[in-house]
């Protein structure tokens, strides 16, 4: 009898990995989003925003029944220019009064070489959801400082800004001022949810 309690106990308190599915949680500290797009055809102009939040569930034994959850913080965007950051923020561009955040759920995983996904989900920008698939690559957990399981992921993939509703540009001899396409990366650091033990 004394057994089979102490195993219950055990399988209650177990990490998730002996048995499915892990939650890793964002940590924002050590999080980048950023993203590029032309200018004038000539150059890139960079960008990031300082504000990510989110989760990764993963099944380590079937990918496939893992799945991604996250949130940008759209208010957060910096270019280095407060001027462009406005114009960006206002409703030319992302209307970030009636739509703060940007998010990306997940709808599939699939594994396509060691330590590579391909991730595709419902990307919302702007209050539009288009699909959109990221490239990822993640790293093998390791602890923290303080004892704690972490992990890294990297995430790229490329949009059309005027899908979701970001029209605004001009025309000069060279082209549109901005670019239609841009480039996002996404370099997150994630702590692993670890499971509490009951208190007696």
Do not use: C
Not at 41 to 48: A, D, K, P, Q, T
Not at 98 to 117: C, G, N, Q, W, Y
């Amino acid at each position: 009898m004394k057994f089979l309690v102490a195993l219950a106990l055990a399988v209650a308190i177990a990490p998730a990995t002996a048995f499915g599915q892990t939650t890793w949680t964002i940590d924002p500290n050590h999080t980048l989003s950023s993203f590029s797009v032309r200018h004038l055809l000539i150059s890139s102009v960079h960008g990031e925003f300082g504000k990510t939040a989110g989760t990764f569930r993963i099944d380590e034994k079937d990918l496939a029944r893992s799945n991604v959850d996250a949130t940008i913080d759209v208010t957060s965007l910096n270019t280095r220019v407060p001027d462009r950051d406005k114009h960006l923020r206002s409703a030319d561009f992302f209307d970030t009064e009636k739509h703060p955040t940007m998010v990306f759920k997940s709808t599939k995983v699939e594994k396509i070489a060691k330590d590579r996904l391909r991730v595709t989900g419902d990307l919302t920008i702007r209050g539009t959801s288009r699909p959109a698939t990221l490239d990822v690559t993640y790293t093998a957990p390791i602890k923290g400082m303080e004892g704690e399981t972490r992990r890294g992921f990297s995430a790229t993939t490329k949009i059309n800004r005027k899908e979701f509703g970001l029209n605004w540009s001009k025309a000069v001899e060279a082209g549109p001022v901005v670019g239609d396409d841009v480039n996002i990366v996404l370099d997150v650091e994630a702590v692993r949810d670890e499971p509490k033990a009951e208190k007696r």
